[in-house]
């Protein structure tokens, strides 16, 4: 078992520049790099930090790649709540990085557990992901991996719970999120070569606490993170609030 490492930082803005130094220095030191980006509202003030540096002329996006982890099925990628109009807004209308170099799962494909099959394909294809972001559901998930998914599954068609439909209501007109989603697996995120999961927030306190104190189990899917050998944790004080203390702070 590995020890993820655990940065805990004054608030979500120091979150996103912290976040965005590691992406920044990736993509610096690696001009290709492959990158799997998360959706939510965690990391909004990161992309926000990104298109800043980039319009700075710090990040040069023309060879990157970037794979997102999740699409809502059901969902017109050019309606507002897709998660491709999310990435549009956030990242990709101000940075250059090539469409052809932008992957989301497309929900409303009529072959879904094909489009599954070729979404690892092409994450396979170009080497594999180098760096993955991610958030943490309320509930442990990791991309739309909900409680009680197997460590082992690829790209799938997940059911989304109750509880994530709920935090989610926010971005549909009528409230009401689709309750299946095509997700990266929790195999395929653990085959990053690294990994980094951003959390703000009070109600991220307890969950991170049991993903990385507690057993790792199914039943807390972020905490198959603790099988890592390169994580990083990048939490706001909040977020970090129920986190053994460094001993330096004790
Ligand atoms: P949030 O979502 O950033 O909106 O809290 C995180 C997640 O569900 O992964």
Not at 22 to 44: K, M, N, Q
Not at 128 to 133: D, F, N, P, Q, Y
Not at 141 to 159: D, K, S
Not at 229 to 243: F, M, P, Q
Request: charged share 25%.
């Amino acid at each position: 078992m590995f020890r993820p490492r655990v940065l805990i930082v004054k608030d979500p803005s120091s979150v996103a520049v912290a976040g965005a130094d590691v992406v920044e220095e990736l993509i610096t030191e690696r001009p290709d790099a492959v990158l799997a980006l998360p959706t939510g509202r965690t990391p909004i003030d990161l992309y926000r930090e990104l298109v800043r540096r980039t319009r700075l002329g710090r990040i040069d996006w023309s060879r990157v790649r970037a794979f997102n982890l999740d699409e809502w099925v059901g969902v017109p990628a050019d309606s507002e709540a897709s998660y491709a109009s999310f990435m549009n807004e956030h990242l990709y209308a101000h940075v250059n990085m090539p469409a052809t170099h932008r992957f989301i799962p497309n929900g409303l494909a009529p072959d879904l557990d094909g489009e599954c099959r070729q979404y690892e394909d092409a994450i396979e294809s170009v080497g594999g992901i180098e760096l993955a972001i991610l958030g943490i559901g309320r509930n442990g998930h990791i991309g739309f991996n909900e409680p009680g998914t197997p460590f082992e599954v690829r790209t799938h068609v997940a059911t989304v719970s109750a509880d994530t439909r709920a935090a989610n209501a926010y971005s549909f007109p009528g409230g009401d999120p689709p309750s299946s989603a095509i997700t990266v697996g929790i195999a395929t995120i653990m085959l990053a070569r690294r990994i980094v999961l951003l959390a703000t927030g009070d109600e991220k306190a307890l969950i991170l606490r049991r993903a990385l104190e507690g057993a790792v189990d199914v039943s807390v899917p972020a905490s198959v993170l603790q099988r890592h050998s390169n994580v990083t944790i990048i939490a706001d004080e909040r977020a970090g609030s129920l986190l053994p203390r460094p001993v330096s702070e004790r």
